[in-house]
């Protein structure tokens, strides 16, 4: 169990070092397309569709990261209505509903998309499309491995007070 944990750490780290990272590119990009937009009147197409492709990037990675950390949005309607061992029941059958989702839609279908999109390229890049398109899989693994550990933590009890959140 010890491992499971040290493990989540690390891809915390990961993910949100990637995400930072991401972002202060971003930032760069974004301040470099405003001057050469309005300053020199020479909008660069790179800069535009690059920042396009980092925050899908950036928004599918912290949503993996924020689900691993159980810190998502939830409509408590439901569940502040029940004992705690309900929530329990809940919050396992919602990880199994994200896990299934995640495994089916953003996994397979990913790797679906990915492969069919290889040959397409990118308009101003020039990459093809299924590059761009893999962290749909990446990310999809991502919060399935997040649904098992938590499911684990929730039957386990180690989730602390996390099962109500």
Not at 47 to 53: A, G, V
Not at 134 to 146: E, K, N, Q, R, V
């Amino acid at each position: 169990m010890e491992a499971l944990h040290k493990i989540r750490k690390g891809i915390d780290v990961v993910l949100s070092s990637a995400c930072a990272v991401i972002f202060a590119a971003m930032v760069v990009i974004g301040t470099y397309q405003i001057v050469t937009r309005f300053i020199f009147k020479s909008p660069s197409t790179v800069s535009e569709e690059l920042l396009t492709y980092s925050f899908t990037w950036m928004a599918l990675l912290s949503s993996a990261y924020v689900f691993g950390k159980r810190d998502h949005m939830r409509m408590g309607f439901m569940a502040d209505k029940v004992s705690p061992g309900g929530q329990r029941v809940l919050s396992i059958f919602g990880e199994i509903l994200v896990l299934l989702l995640s495994a089916s839609v953003m996994v397979y279908g990913g790797v679906t998309i990915t492969k069919l999109t290889m040959t397409q390229s990118t308009a101003s890049l020039g990459i093809p499309m299924g590059i761009v398109y893999t962290i749909i899989p990446i990310s999809g693994m991502l919060i399935a491995f997040y649904a098992v550990l938590n499911i684990i933590d929730l039957i386990t009890g180690a989730d602390g007070n996390r099962a109500e959140s």
